[in-house]
């Protein structure tokens, strides 16, 4: 009996015991830890370097204000390049696939920033639901359409997230499929979908990355809007 391609995407269990909570889990034990040591050693010091960069990068056009999240968005993107770097590995789950588990992550992020905004500045905060100089007649629909797009975006933050992941996955199960299914019939065939694949795979890996970046960096521009 052939899958469905979409069965690599439930949540696994065992005994009737979700797995997520371990699949969760997982990337917490890989990062390495610090050390009472003077001098690091080379992985320490890579990712003391990269969390030094991204944060400098992210939190430049913020505000004092906004540096309060540094340590919140940086551990946030580490957790999810690691999701999506370990979903790639063969009899593994992303949990990232998910749109509840995304949505769990941008909507509380999101709504922290736009109360932020309206208790700390409220007349900045309603002003963007206006732009300035509009017609009088405009006024209402500006509005509405305004409020519509504020509370689209965590939705699109969690979907952007799960169908990029998604579409990856498929794609490298499809031409995976099709790689063996012509290796007896077109060996040559086979060899080159096979090299296609490998390409398709190195073209994950950087989209794993850049998906959890966007994501970070797009909170970072709605917390830029109400710091």
């Known amino acids: 009996m052939t899958l469905s391609f979409f069965d690599q995407f439930m949540s696994p269990t065992y005994l009737g015991i ?4 371990l699949a969760l889990s997982l990337p917490w034990v ?3 830890k610090p050390s009472a040591r003077w001098l690091n050693n080379r992985l320490l010091t890579l990712q003391g370097w990269f969390m030094n960069h991204f944060t400098q990068q992210i939190f430049q056009p913020l505000s004092l204000g906004g540096h309060k999240w540094a340590a919140l968005l940086t551990s946030l993107m580490l957790f999810l390049i690691t999701l999506n770097m370990l979903g790639l590995l063969p009899y593994t789950f992303t949990p990232t696939t998910q749109l509840s588990l995304n949505m769990a992550f941008a909507i509380p992020l999101w709504l922290a920033t736009v109360i932020i905004g309206m208790r700390n500045q409220p007349t900045h905060a309603l002003g963007h639901l206006l732009p300035e100089g509009t017609p009088t007649l405009l006024i209402p629909i500006l509005i509405i359409i305004e409020t519509i797009s504020l509370f689209i975006r965590p939705l ?3 979907v952007r997230l799960t169908a990029n992941l998604t579409a990856g996955h498929l794609l ?3 031409i995976a499929t099709a790689a063996f299914v012509l290796l007896p019939l077109m060996p040559t065939v086979a060899l080159l979908t096979a090299t296609l694949l490998l390409l398709l795979t190195l073209l994950e890996v950087a989209v794993a990355m850049i998906q959890a970046y966007v994501f970070v960096l797009l909170l970072s521009l709605y917390l830029q809007e109400n710091v």
């Open 30 to 32: 890989l990062f390495p």
């Open 18 to 21: 979700p797995l997520i909570v």
């Open 156 to 158: 699109a933050l969690g």
């Open 172 to 174: 490298i199960q499809l």
